[in-house]
């Protein structure tokens, strides 16, 4: 079958690896050659691509919860969504959240995934007290910062590279309604975007859409959106409607023009500098989910998110040059998404480290990867890194510089056999 990730870039024709229950998982591995775990196939490029893959998603079972402390322990195939749903009527919500519920606690632990609350929570795998694991030759070991501490830190953002996660326990955090009291801050440039962020750093909530495509004394302006749970409000929940994109949309119907039309609007639609409602939970955490299939407006060649996060100290710098660099492109992105986070959690692959975030989208076209080839530049030149959930395209060489442990991933693997038998594209184009 045409298997993509959620990019839809780049396509591998791949076969599923029926996986009926862990015994007889167990009992293939040895027989079956490389393979990687596939969850829902939210990671925009090729992290869950390999020529075998193994959906996950099926094991999907609650298996206990603990109403005093709010661990949870479940198969690694729940979605988030399912958790949401189940739990937040009992005053429960995730840790960390990324901005999707579509996506199964075994790919949130394999991307350690973070959410807008990262310089206050962490990232997902912090939130996990343990997990179960099956390694390459089939045997099933359990893994916390106590028991097989060095294996449990590099599954946590390993992406799949160290074993088939089974089952995981991680905690859920109380919440007094489904509401959030929600602040919007427009600003007009780099400079306030950056005094925003540190003058709202106590919400736990915090993210802000930039207008990629402004220049000069306009550059880095944002609409910064904060968010707290309201403590007063209903505990119930309803999933909301969804629409759907039909079909795949031409590939001129984004395009620079289209894109700065849709950033100027967006922009101007806020009118107050400051200002304060409420928002349910899926329109504040997930409002990208209302759109089934909204991959399809890239078309049909797809299109990739490049993610880089810089280091505190670098990050005014760095994000001036890199948008500078995007708007004289003329190749905008409508989705321009830049985060603030807390200290690294020192997982080998993990991604944030105590900074700020950029996220873009851009449709494949000719001169794209050029573009992407010179941002990375700046991103090392500040310090920064590349996130493997999101990236299809990044090299081994730019990789390596961003991830200074990576050599001790590569050697646990190796050690304890598993590079024979988990492998992904992105694993073998970065040598991983
Ligand atoms: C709209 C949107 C918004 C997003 N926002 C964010 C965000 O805010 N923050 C963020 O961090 N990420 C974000 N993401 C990325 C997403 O959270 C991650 O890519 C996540 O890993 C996807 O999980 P999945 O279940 O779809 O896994 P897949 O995409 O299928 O797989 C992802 C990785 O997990 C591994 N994996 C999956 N299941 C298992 C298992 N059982 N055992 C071992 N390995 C496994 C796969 O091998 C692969 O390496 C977003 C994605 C989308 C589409």
């Not at 302006?221 to 039909?246: H, N, W």
């Amino acid at each position: 079958m045409h298997l993509t990730g959620w990019g839809r870039y780049p396509a591998v024709d791949a076969a599923p690896v029926a996986f009926p229950n862990p015994r007889a998982l167990a009992q293939k591995l040895s027989e079956i050659g490389p393979l990687i775990a596939f969850g829902n196939g939210r990671s925009y490029g090729d992290s869950a691509l390999a020529p075998q893959f193994l959906p996950c998603r099926q094991r999907d079972r609650f298996l206990d919860f603990d109403p005093e402390t709010g661990l949870l322990t479940c198969e690694a195939g729940v979605l988030l969504a399912e958790i949401i749903e189940t739990f937040l009527p009992q005053g429960w919500f995730l840790k960390v959240t990324p901005g999707t519920k579509l996506i199964t606690v075994g790919g949130a632990i394999a991307a350690d995934v973070h959410g807008k609350n990262h310089h206050v929570d962490g990232c997902f795998g912090d939130t996990v007290q343990s997990l179960t694991l099956m390694l390459g030759d089939g045997q099933v070991v359990r893994c916390s910062r106590e028991e097989n501490p060095e294996l449990f830190r590099a599954t946590c953002g390993g992406m799949g590279l160290t074993g088939i996660i089974l089952e995981a326990s991680f905690f859920l955090k109380a919440v007094p309604s489904n509401r959030i009291e929600q602040g919007t801050i427009k600003t007009t440039n780099l400079d306030e975007t950056f005094a925003a962020f540190e003058r709202y750093a106590d919400w736990p909530y915090s993210v802000a859409w930039i207008d990629c495509l402004a220049k000069g004394k306009d550059l880095g302006r944002s609409l910064l959106m904060v968010g707290k749970f309201a403590p007063l409000g209903e505990l119930t929940y309803r999933p909301r409607k969804t629409k759907t994109v039909p079909c795949d949309f031409p590939g001129f119907t984004l395009n620079s023009l289209s894109v700065r039309a849709f950033n100027a609007l967006y922009y101007a639609k806020v009118r107050s500098r400051i200002s304060m409602n409420f928002a349910d939970v899926d329109s504040f955490f997930y409002p990208l989910d209302a759109i089934n299939h909204w991959n399809r407006i890239y078309g049909r060649k797809g299109f990739v998110q490049y993610q880089f996060i810089l280091p505190k100290a670098y990050s005014y710098a760095g994000l001036q040059e890199v948008l500078g660099t995007i708007a004289a492109s003329g190749m905008g992105s409508f989705l321009a998404v830049l985060k603030l986070y807390g200290p690294s959690n020192g997982n080998p692959l993990s991604f944030p480290l105590e900074g700020y975030s950029l996220a873009l989208d851009f449709k494949i076209e000719p001169g794209l990867f050029a573009l992407l080839d010179r941002l990375d530049r700046i991103v090392l030149q500040h310090g920064g890194r590349i996130y493997l959930a999101k990236d299809a395209r990044v090299s081994r060489e730019t990789f390596e510089q961003g991830y200074p442990q990576i050599d001790h991933f590569r050697q646990l693997r190796s050690s304890m056999g598993l590079s024979d038998t988990f492998h992904s594209l992105q694993s073998q184009r970065l040598g991983l």
